[in-house]
């Protein structure tokens, strides 16, 4: 009877699956509203010829690195900027996203952003040496589709989210020096001026000073303008907070927040005239350990990665929240990060496929936020694909992203399928990962079947598939948690 009761479970659940389609998906693509080569236009139709199904935008929300001398630093403020639809206008950019979301209806282009939370400088003065740290240790925001609310998430610069404190005393302190400046201009001051054996009183202004003053002050209010600081400023190491932060007030809008490349170094320096300015981001991914409440992170992409190996920091994360420490898992996405075709980059190989009831953007986020998906790093002519992955007990089966609950004591079964995107035959090896432990691993070649059977003692369950082809082929599911009622 036990048999029979997995068997309609399953059958029940390959039912509800056939309704389920599988969006193959691009997450964070840049266009030329910021740092990306190519129209959004150009973006969708080549999307559209490669079998695209949905592009997750990443536009940068605010990309402007700024040093200041104390105490004085608006006034002193030297700036680097690179192009963001904060500066270009939230609402031109939402609406760029709607005119060619009409053009191609087919596609889903979904709007998100890039934000830099934080970064931080070390001054050598005498080297004259400076580091900004931190600089490519952001997030992906999606799911805010209101202008007014994404201008105010707590990005680094953006003086919008600022909030009042001593610097902006500071920085408006030098806005004194426009009115003496006024007052000088304003004021005649007598003058003894010789003339022979006589001495005549010219009343005169002092322009000059009255305009070097005036000048400074009013440069002064005009760089300080809103006055406001950050909340996290840029010289001091602030740990996770501004990230944390960030991820809350996303939260709080109905959002989702994603970390982007946590293992992905960068590295750089250049001449600024006789100063050697550098900028540095150390691989993070044991911050995904270390914050929580975001909804996925960058898994899979062209370099390897570590944190989803078996009994690495997502697995970790996974039982923490499996063994209840957690409020909420976190998914691996495959995240592309295109920014052109330089160094080699293809717009698709790297996708998320995400499984959806219906091709809305509402579907694709409620999958998001659910787990619902899988990471797949592909050629362009073929890849992986997952044909099923279902965990089945006492009547009830789940698939990726859900949680099955059964008693102790339930015959487990897990059936796993793994098929080329062309039908074809790949040679792939297939882990299921069990609690962060290799719990089985086979051989073979597409298109791949096979089963793994235990008995449920109660204690929480995380199940995972990882399969891997010839590089680069990799695909990597949402887990599946079991527990007890």
């Given at each position: ?5 997995v ?9 509800a ?98 934000v ?11 080297a ?6 931190d600089t ?37 302190a ?34 000059g ?13 005009a ?32 959002g ?15 001449r ?34 570590r ?23 976190a ?26 009831a ?113 590089p ?7 887990p ?6």
């Amino acid at each position: 009877m036990r048999a029979a009761a997995v068997v309609v479970a399953l059958l029940a659940w390959a039912g509800a699956a056939g309704a389920v389609e599988r969006l193959p998906a691009v997450v964070h693509v840049h266009s030329d509203l910021s740092t990306g080569d190519f129209p959004l236009e150009d973006l969708a139709r080549t999307a559209e010829s490669r079998g695209i199904a949905a592009v997750l935008l990443a536009e940068n929300f605010l990309l402007r690195l700024e040093y200041g001398l104390p105490p004085f630093r608006a006034l002193t403020r030297v700036t680097w900027e690179e192009p963001s639809v904060l500066a270009g206008g939230l609402d031109r950019y939402l609406a760029r996203v709607a005119d060619v979301r009409r053009a191609h209806p087919r596609l889903l282009l979904i709007p998100g952003v890039e934000v830099l939370p934080h970064y931080r400088w070390t001054v050598a003065p005498l080297a004259l040496e400076m580091t900004v740290h931190d600089t490519q240790k952001n997030l992906l925001v999606f799911g805010i589709a209101d202008p007014r609310r994404l201008a105010s998430l707590p990005a680094t610069g953006n003086r919008a989210a600022g909030e009042y404190g001593l610097q902006s005393l500071l920085d408006a302190a030098p806005g004194v020096l426009l009115p003496v400046g006024a007052g000088l201009l304003l004021t005649k001051r007598p003058r003894r001026r010789r003339l022979g054996r006589a001495f005549v009183v010219i009343r005169q202004r002092p322009w000059g000073a009255g305009l070097v003053l005036a000048g400074l002050g009013a440069l002064a209010l005009a760089r300080a303008w809103p006055f406001t600081e950050d909340r996290y400023p840029a010289w001091r190491d602030f740990g996770l907070a501004p990230h944390q932060d960030l991820i809350d007030h996303v939260e709080r809008l109905g959002g989702t927040a994603v970390w982007s490349f946590p293992e992905a170094p960068d590295a750089g320096e250049r001449r600024v005239g006789p100063v050697r300015v550098a900028w540095r981001t150390e691989p993070h991914a044991d911050d995904l350990l270390r914050t929580f409440r975001y909804t996925a992170f960058g898994g899979v992409y062209e370099q390897r990665t570590r944190a989803i190996e078996p009994g690495g920091v997502w697995d970790r994360l996974l039982v923490q929240y499996a063994d209840g420490e957690r409020t909420r898992p976190a998914w691996a996405l495959g995240e592309s990060g295109f920014h052109g075709v330089t160094a080699g980059k293809r717009l698709g190989t790297v996708q998320t496929v995400f499984l959806v009831a219906e091709r809305t953007e509402a579907a694709v986020l409620d999958a998001l936020r659910r787990g619902r998906l899988y990471a797949l790093h592909r050629v362009p002519e073929v890849g992986l694909s997952l044909g099923e992955f279902a965990v089945a007990a006492a009547g009830r089966a789940a698939s990726a992203g859900e949680t099955l609950r059964v008693a102790p004591g339930a015959a487990l079964e897990v059936r796993v399928a793994i098929d080329a995107s062309d039908a074809g035959a790949l040679p792939v090896r297939v882990t299921l990962v069990r609690n962060g432990a290799v719990a089985e691993a086979w051989a073979g070649q597409t298109p791949f079947r096979a089963t793994y059977r235990e008995t449920f003692d109660g204690r929480p369950l995380v199940l995972r598939v990882d399969a891997r082809g010839r590089p680069p082929h990799h695909l990597v599911t949402s887990p599946v948690f079991v527990s007890a009622p």
